[in-house]
C-alpha cells in the first residue's frame, strides 16, 4: 500500500529528467546550427579566443564528483537563468545594433531562449519534485551594454552560446546522474540531497 | 640766432659729433659697450642689448642716452644690466652708452647710430590656450590668442603650427595659418584631422608667429615656438588593451588605420582586418598599428578588428562601411485628407549602413520653416514622412534632407497642396433600392475637403456588361458622400464599387472602394412571349407554344404563363400555365379563336401576344433545299404578296427518344430569305423547316424546306454488289444511303477500280496511288448501276465505290472481282504460234529437200575432213585467236597432237577430265627429281584439246590399233570417276588438270597421308586445283606460318591461275626448293623469289 502512494514520485522524476534531457538535447541542436549563423552574420571566427569574455556562466566543473544532486541541479538551474538574461541582452543587441533587418536570426535566438525558459522550469520543477524547492532568482546583474564596444558585443554573444551548448552537454549528463540517483533510492522519498 | 632752428641743428650734431670724437678717443677701456643689438616685438619698444666687459668692476651702471630726429634734446636712462627698452623710432636712432663706475665715474662712453634696418621685428612667443581633441573624429581643436592689442594698426601675420607625434616627437605636419592683427587681442582658432586615431599615441602642437609689416624696414623674424601642448595621452601605459578606433563608420574606399594599445609586457602577435592580417606598423612601445587601403563595404554587423595580444589575449573593434546617403528619388508629396502632407521617396544606393548609422531623414518646409523627422521602417524599405497641412498655406516647398555619419543629400519639392489630393480608399460603402430601376450609393472618405469638390467614378458591373459614372459632388469634412443611380434594369444584379479624386485639379484616383452587389427589385415582363399555335391533324386541338422570355425582358422571375383564347373579344377559355411548360393544348370544339399569351412574374402580367388559330389551305406545297452555311442554315422563298402580316418559319428538333421541340422564328412580310441559327442544330443532320405566311385571316403554309447546319461527308458506303461479270466488263449496283446516314445533300458516287488481289493491299486507293486506277464519277443519283469495260479477262479487280456531298467523299467498301477467261483469245494465241511452226517446218523441209546434198557433204560427209570440222575450227579458234582464254592456250598450242611415249605399261584410258598428254624428256625438269618413273606422263593443258591416243595397244586388244576420241569442253567438265570409288587413280595415275569443281576438299589431307609419294605426286601434278583452299594460304611471306607451310603449297593454287599458264604449269625451281618460304600467293613475291630459287 505504501509502495503504491510512493511510486508515481520515482517515475515523475524519470519522466521529468527524460524531458529535461530531451530539451536539453534539442537546445544543444539549436544552438550548433545558431552558432554556426552566428559566426557568420558576425563575421568572426569559431576558433577565436573568448578567454578575455566573462559574466558567462562556464560548464566547466571544478567538483562534479562531490556535488549532491541538489547542487548539481541548481547549479544547471542558475545556469540556465543567467543564460536566459545573457541570450536575452544578445537578441537586444543584434535587433538594435548589429543585425537590425535579419528578423529570421533573430526568430532562431528567439526561439533558443524561450528553450532555455522551458528548460530552467523544468529544472526548477525538477528541483521541487525532489523536495529542494525552487531556489530563488538570484537576480543577474548583467553588464551594462551601453559600455561595451561592438566588438565585445559580438565576442558575448558567441561566448553566450558556446557555453549555453556546453552546459547543455553537461546538463545531460548531471540529469542522467539524478535519474540514476532517483532510480538507485527506488521508491524512497528523493527529496533529500545525496551525496553522489 | 638760437631761435632759427635750423642753426639749432646743426649745433646740435656738431655737439654731438664732437662728443663722439671725444668718446671715440676713449675706445680701447675694456668696459666699452659694443655690438648693439635691438629687438623690437610690438613696433612700438625695442629692446637693446649690448656687451661690455665687467669682470672687475662690479657695480658697474650704464647710462644710455638716446635721440631719435625729434626731438633732439637726448633722453637718458640708466640701468644696471646690459639691456634697455628704448622707443622705436623711424629712421635712424642715436643711442650713447656710457659705463658708469659705481661711483657713477664715467669709464667708458659709446655711440651708436641705430638705423631701422637694425632693428629686427620678432613678435612675442604666443601661447596657446587651448588644445582639445575630438577622439571620434581624430581632430584637434587648437586655441590662442593673436595678441593683437601689441600693435596699435591691423598687420598680417602669420602662424606656423607644428603637429609632433610618438615619444620621439617626430613631425607629423607643420601647417602655415594666415591672420591678421586688428589692433585688439583675438582668439584664434584652428583644427586638424590625424590620419591615425588619436587614441593611438601622443600628439604635441607648438606654434610660433610672424608679422608682416610692410612699413618696417628692419628684419622681420619668427617668434620663438610657444610651449609644447600635449593632446591627452592614450598610449602611455593604457588600463588595458583596446583597438582604435572604435566602432567607426567611414567610406567606402577610405584607406583606414587601426592601433592596438596593451598593456606593458605584452606584444601583439598579429592584426587582423576581417579575415586578413596586415603588416604592424609600431607606434610606441605600447601601441602598435595596421594601415589598411580602400575598404569595401561591411556587412551589417561590421567588419571586424582583431589584435591578437601575447600572451594569450583578443582584442578588436569593428568598423561599419559605406556610403553617404544618395539623393532621394522621386519625391513625391500629396495628401490624403488635407490633414497632413505625406512624401515619399526612394531612397536612392543602399548606405550598407544599419541602425544609428542609417541615414536619416528630415523633411524641412521653406515657407513655413518647420521641419519634421521623418521615421523610416528599413525593414520594410518604406520611406515616406507626414507633415502637416496649415490652414492658410497652399503652396509648400519642401526639402528633404537625407544624412548619414558619412554625409547628406537632399531633394527638394513644390508643391500645391490643392493640386496633390490623392483620396483615401472610400470606406463604408453601401448600396441600397426601393425600385426597379435605381440605386442608392454611399459611402465615407476621411479627410477635409471643404475647399475642393471631389469628383467620384462609380463603377457599375453586371454579368455581361460594364460602366462607370461619373459624379462631382462638393467636398466635406468627413462625411458620407451619396449618390443615385438610374436607368437599371428591373430584377438586375449589378456590383457597385466607387473611387473618388479631386475635382479642379485631377491628380490621383483612390483605391477602388470594395464592391457592393445590388439586385433591383421586379418589374411586370417588358413584352409578351414569341408564341406560336399548332393544329392536331384532326383539328379539334390546338397547340400553342410560347418561347421563354430573355432575362432582359422577363423583369424577374416568370411564374406562369396565361393563356386565353378568345372569339370577337370575348374570352372563351382562359389557362395559367406554370414555368418551366411553355406549350398548352387548347381544344377549340370546332370553332377558331384568337390566342392570347401573357407572361407573368411577381410585378405584373406582360402585354399579351396574340395569335389566331386558323390555318388556310395550301395547294402543291414544295420541298425545298436550304443551303448550310456552316453556322446556321439559309433559307429563301418567294415573297407572297398576300402576306401581310409577315412569315413564319417553324421547325423541329427532336433529341432522342423526348418529341421533337417546336421551334419558329417569324419575320416581316418584306423578308424574302433568313439564316437560322440555333444551338440545337448539328452538323451533318437534316431539319425540315415549314414556312408560314400570314394572311389577314390566317396562316398558310406556303413551302417546305430541307437543310442542313453542315454538311458531312456521309458516314456509310454505299451498299453495292456485283451484278455481273464477263471477260471483259462487270456490272455493279448499288443501293441508295439512308438518309440519316448521308449527313448532307448527296452530290453522287465515285467508282474506284484497279486491278488487285484479294488480300494483296489493304489500304485505300487514294493512299495507293495505282497507275492504273481509274475512276468514274456517277453524278445521276436516280443511275443504281454501272457496266464497267475494257476490262482484262480472268483478272482479278478491286473495286470501290463511296458516295459523296458538298462536305466531302464518304468512306468506302470494296469488292474483289475476277472477269471471265477470254476463250476465244485463248483459241486464237494457241492457233496462231502452231500455224507458224507448221509452216516454218514445211519451209525447212523443202528448204532441206532441195540442198540435202550440200548439207550431207557438210554435215556428214563419207570421209570427215578435220579441216572442215567445226568442231575442230571451234577449238583452233579459241587456243590461237581468242585472247581471252589465254588460260587455255597452250605455247606451243598447235602441237595439239598427242605423243605416245613408248611404255609397256597398259594404254593409257583417256578420260573425261583427265587428259594425258606425254611431254619430251627436254621439258621435264633438270633434276630430274623422279626419273625413274617409268608411268609417269606429263600433261600440257590446253583444253578443250582433242588428243589422239596412240599408245600401245592393251594387251587384250590388237596393237597398233588407234582410237580417236573426240570431247568437247562441255565434257571435260563432267565427272568420269567417282573420287571414293578409285582415290587410288587420283593419287597415282590422275596427273593432270582437274577441274576445280571435281577436287575433293579433303585431298590435301589424304595427300598428307600418303606423304611418301606427295613430292612425287607434286612434281608430276601440274596445274593444281583451286579449290583446295587448305592451300590457299594468304600469309605473308615471312610469317613463320609460311615457312612452315607443307611443301603441297609449292604449287599455287592461286584463283588467278586460270589466266596464267605459269601458275598452272610449276616451274621446275620450285619443285627444287628444300624451303619454299612462300606458300601465299603474290605476284612480287612470286617474281622476286624466283631469282633465289
Given amino acids: ?196 | 640766432m638760437w631761435d632759427n632752428p635750423s642753426l639749432r641743428c646743426l649745433l646740435a650734431i656738431a655737439f654731438l659729433h664732437l662728443l663722439s670724437l671725444i668718446y671715440s678717443q676713449e675706445t680701447g677701456f675694456p668696459e666699452e659697450p659694443g655690438n648693439l643689438k635691438c629687438i623690437t616685438h610690438d613696433l612700438n619698444r625695442m629692446i637693446c642689448s649690448w656687451d661690455a666687459t665687467s669682470s672687475a668692476n662690479l657695480g658697474l651702471t650704464y647710462k644710455i642716452c638716446y635721440t631719435n630726429s625729434e626731438p633732439f634734446s637726448p633722453v637718458c636712462t640708466e640701468t644696471e644690466g646690459k639691456r634697455a627698452d628704448l622707443p622705436v623710432a623711424m629712421g635712424s636712432t642715436n643711442i650713447q652708452i656710457t659705463t658708469l663706475n659705481a661711483s657713477g665715474t664715467p669709464l667708458a662712453t659709446e655711440t651708436f647710430v641705430l638705423p631701422e634696418e637694425n632693428v629686427s621685428l620678432i613678435p612675442f612667443t604666443p601661447q596657446i590656450l587651448n588644445l582639445s581633441a575630438d577622439f571620434s573624429t581624430y581632430t584637434l581643436y587648437l586655441k590662442w590668442n593673436d595678441s593683437g592689442s601689441v600693435f596699435q594698426h591691423e598687420l598680417d601675420a602669420s602662424w606656423q603650427i607644428q603637429i609632433l607625434y610618438k615619444e620621439t616627437m617626430e613631425t607629423v605636419t607643420l601647417i602655415n595659418y594666415e591672420s591678421k592683427l586688428t589692433g585688439k587681442d583675438s582668439i584664434l582658432f584652428w583644427n586638424w584631422t590625424s590620419d591615425i586615431p588619436l587614441e593611438c599615441t601622443s600628439y604635441y602642437v607648438k606654434i610660433r608667429c610672424y608679422i608682416n609689416e610692410l612699413y618696417f624696414t628692419g628684419r622681420k623674424e619668427w617668434s620663438e615656438w610657444s610651449p609644447v601642448r600635449t593632446v591627452p595621452e592614450k598610449d602611455t601605459k593604457p588600463n588595458s588593451a583596446m583597438v582604435f578606433p572604435q566602432d567607426k563608420v567611414v567610406l567606402v574606399g577610405s584607406n583606414v588605420t587601426f592601433c592596438c594599445l596593451y598593456n606593458e609586457g605584452k606584444s601583439v602577435k598579429f592584426m587582423n582586418y576581417g579575415s586578413e592580417s596586415y603588416p604592424l606598423l609600431r607606434l610606441s612601445k605600447w601601441s602598435s598599428a595596421i594601415k589598411v587601403q580602400n575598404v569595401n563595404a561591411s556587412i551589417p554587423s561590421g567588419t571586424n578588428i582583431l589584435c591578437s595580444l601575447v600572451p594569450d589575449d583578443l582584442e578588436g573593434t569593428v568598423l561599419f562601411v559605406g556610403y553617404a546617403p544618395d539623393t532621394p528619388q522621386n519625391l513625391n508629396c500629396e495628401t490624403r485628407t488635407f490633414i497632413t502632407i505625406t512624401c515619399s521617396w526612394n531612397p536612392g544606393r543602399p548606405t550598407a549602413l544599419y541602425t544609428k548609422r542609417q541615414t536619416k531623414y528630415i523633411l524641412f518646409e521653406r515657407i513655413s520653416r518647420e521641419k519634421v523627422t521623418c521615421k523610416v521602417d528599413e525593414l520594410n524599405e518604406k520611406h515616406h514622412c507626414d507633415f502637416p497641412v496649415h490652414a492658410n498655406q497652399k503652396i509648400y516647398n519642401f526639402t528633404l534632407g537625407a544624412s548619414n555619419p558619412l554625409g547628406q543629400a537632399e531633394s527638394s519639392l513644390l508643391i500645391d497642396v490643392n493640386q496633390r489630393v490623392h483620396l483615401e480608399t472610400p470606406d463604408k460603402f453601401t448600396v441600397s433600392t426601393n425600385s426597379s430601376t435605381n440605386a442608392h450609393l454611399s459611402w465615407y472618405i476621411p479627410g477635409n475637403f471643404i475647399k475642393i469638390r471631389l469628383l467620384c467614378q462609380i463603377e457599375i458591373s453586371n454579368s455581361n456588361s460594364e460602366q462607370q459614372l461619373n459624379v462631382s459632388m462638393a467636398g466635406a469634412e468627413n462625411s458620407n458622400y451619396r449618390a443615385r443611380v438610374d436607368a437599371l434594369h428591373p430584377y438586375g444584379t449589378y456590383t457597385f464599387r466607387v473611387r473618388c479624386s479631386a475635382s479642379e485639379y485631377f491628380w490621383r484616383w483612390s483605391k477602388w472602394s470594395e464592391g457592393k452587389k445590388l439586385t433591383t427589385l421586379e418589374a411586370p415582363p417588358a413584352r409578351g412571349p414569341d408564341i406560336w399555335r399548332q393544329r392536331s391533324p384532326v383539328g379539334e386541338t390546338l397547340t400553342v407554344f410560347w418561347k421563354p422570355l430573355l432575362l432582359s425582358e422577363a423583369n424577374g422571375i416568370i411564374l406562369s404563363h396565361e393563356v386565353s383564347c378568345y372569339l370577337r373579344e370575348r374570352m372563351l377559355k382562359a389557362y395559367e400555365v406554370p414555368v418551366p411548360l411553355n406549350s398548352t393544348e387548347i381544344k377549340l370544339g370546332g370553332n377558331d379563336c384568337l390566342i392570347s399569351v401573357t407572361a407573368k412574374n411577381r410585378a405584373g402580367s406582360s402585354p399579351p401576344s396574340r395569335i389566331t388559330s386558323v390555318d388556310l389551305p395550301s395547294d402543291n406545297v414544295k420541298t425545298e433545299l436550304a443551303i448550310a452555311t456552316g453556322n446556321g442554315i439559309y433559307i429563301s422563298w418567294h415573297s407572297d404578296p398576300n402576306v401581310t402580316c409577315g412569315y413564319t418559319l417553324k421547325w423541329c428538333i427532336s433529341s432522342g427518344s423526348e418529341p421533337c421541340s417546336v421551334d419558329w422564328e417569324m419575320f416581316p412580310s418584306n423578308a424574302i430569305d433568313a439564316v437560322i441559327k440555333s444551338a440545337l442544330f448539328q452538323p451533318g443532320v437534316r431539319y425540315n423547316f415549314s414556312l408560314y405566311g400570314c394572311k389577314h385571316n390566317g396562316y398558310q403554309l406556303l413551302q417546305n424546306i430541307t437543310g442542313y447546319m453542315k454538311e458531312l461527308p456521309p458516314k456509310v458506303a454505299p451498299n453495292f454488289t456485283v451484278e455481273e461479270t464477263s471477260s471483259d466488263s462487270i456490272l455493279v449496283k448499288w443501293e441508295d444511303i439512308p438518309v440519316e446516314d448521308c449527313q448532307g445533300f448527296l452530290k453522287g458516287y465515285i467508282l474506284y477500280f484497279a486491278k488487285g488481289e484479294k488480300g494483296s493491299s489493304k489500304t485505300s486507293f487514294m493512299e495507293e496511288g495505282s497507275p492504273e486506277l481509274t475512276v468514274k464519277n456517277i453524278t445521276d443519283l436516280t443511275k443504281k448501276s454501272l457496266r464497267i469495260l475494257d476490262l482484262q479477262g480472268k483478272t482479278s479487280y478491286r473495286l470501290d465505290l463511296r458516295a459523296y456531298t458538298v462536305g466531302g467523299i464518304g468512306p468506302s467498301k470494296d469488292l474483289y472481282v475476277v472477269t471471265k477467261e477470254n476463250s476465244v483469245g485463248l483459241i486464237i494465241a494457241i492457233l496462231i504460234p502452231v500455224a507458224v511452226a507448221v509452216v516454218l517446218g514445211v519451209m525447212t523441209s523443202i528448204l532441206c529437200y532441195q540442198k540435202r546434198e550440200w548439207i550431207k557433204e557438210t554435215f556428214y560427209p563419207d570421209i570427215p575432213n578435220p579441216e572442215n570440222s567445226k568442231a575442230l575450227q571451234f577449238q583452233k579458234n579459241i587456243c590461237e585467236g581468242n585472247t581471252a582464254l589465254k588460260t587455255l592456250e597452250m605455247n606451243p598450242c598447235t602441237p595439239n597432237s598427242v605423243e605416245v611415249v613408248e611404255t609397256r605399261s597398259t594404254v593409257l584410258k583417256i578420260e573425261d577430265t583427265e587428259i594425258i598428254s606425254p611431254v619430251a624428256d627436254s621439258e621435264l625438269p633438270e633434276d630430274g627429281s623422279d626419273p625413274g618413273t617409268g608411268s609417269h606422263v606429263v600433261v600440257s593443258y590446253c583444253p578443250p584439246i582433242i588428243e589422239e591416243e596412240i599408245s600401245s595397244p592393251p594387251i587384250d586388244e590388237p596393237v597398233g590399233s588407234s582410237q580417236v576420241i573426240y570431247i568437247d569442253i562441255q565434257s571435260m567438265y563432267q565427272p568420269q570417276v567417282n573420287p571414293e570409288e578409285e582415290p587410288e587413280i587420283n593419287f597415282v595415275t590422275t596427273a593432270g588438270y582437274k577441274p576445280q569443281m571435281q577436287l575433293p576438299i579433303n585431298n590435301t589431307m589424304k595427300m598428307e597421308s600418303h606423304a611418301p609419294t606427295e613430292e612425287d605426286l607434286d612434281k608430276t601434278a601440274g596445274y593444281r586445283p583451286q579449290a583446295n583452299t587448305n592451300v590457299w594460304k594468304l600469309d605473308s611471306p615471312d610469317s613463320p606460318v609460311s615457312i612452315q607451310s607443307n611443301n603441297e603449297n609449292r604449287s599455287f593454287g592461286s584463283p588467278c591461275s586460270i589466266n596464267s599458264r605459269q601458275f598452272l604449269i610449276p616451274p621446275k625451281d620450285y619443285e627444287d626448293s628444300p624451303t619454299p618460304n612462300n606458300t601465299g600467293w603474290s605476284f612480287t613475291h612470286f617474281f622476286q623469289n624466283k631469282p633465289n630459287d
Avoid at chain 1, 556562466?57 to 562534479?64: D, F, L, N, R, S
Avoid at chain 1, 525532489?130 to 537576480?139: D, N, T, V
Wanted: charged share 20%; with cysteine; hydrophobic share 40%.
Fill in chain 1, 1 to 196: 500500500m505504501a509502495s503504491a502512494e510512493q511510486s508515481p514520485v520515482p517515475l515523475q522524476h524519470r519522466s521529468l529528467c527524460s524531458r529535461v534531457i530531451l530539451l536539453a538535447r534539442k537546445i544543444h541542436s539549436d544552438v550548433a546550427s545558431l552558432l554556426e549563423s552566428y559566426v557568420e552574420r558576425q563575421g568572426l571566427d569559431r576558433t577565436i579566443s573568448l578567454d578575455s569574455v566573462d559574466g558567462v556562466p562556464a560548464a566547466a566543473m571544478e567538483q562534479g564528483g562531490e556535488l549532491t544532486v541538489a547542487e548539481r541541479l541548481d547549479a544547471n538551474l542558475q545556469a540556465y537563468r543567467a543564460f536566459q538574461v545573457l541570450l536575452g541582452e544578445v537578441l537586444e543587441e543584434q535587433r538594435s545594433h548589429l543585425t537590425p533587418l535579419d528578423t529570421d536570426f533573430h526568430a532562431s535566438i528567439q526561439s533558443v531562449l524561450l528553450q532555455v525558459v522551458a528548460l530552467a522550469c523544468q529544472l526548477g520543477e525538477l528541483l521541487a519534485l525532489l523536495g529542494h524547492g525552487r531556489p530563488a532568482w538570484e537576480a543577474a546583474s548583467p553588464e551594462d551594454p551601453g559600455h561595451r564596444s561592438l566588438f565585445e558585443m559580438k565576442l558575448q554573444g558567441l561566448k553566450v552560446l558556446q557555453e549555453l551548448a556546453h552546459w547543455t552537454v553537461r546538463s545531460v549528463r548531471d540529469l542522467r546522474q539524478v535519474a540514476k540517483h532517483s532510480q538507485g533510492s527506488g521508491a524512497a522519498h528523493g527529496g533529500q540531497a545525496q551525496k553522489e
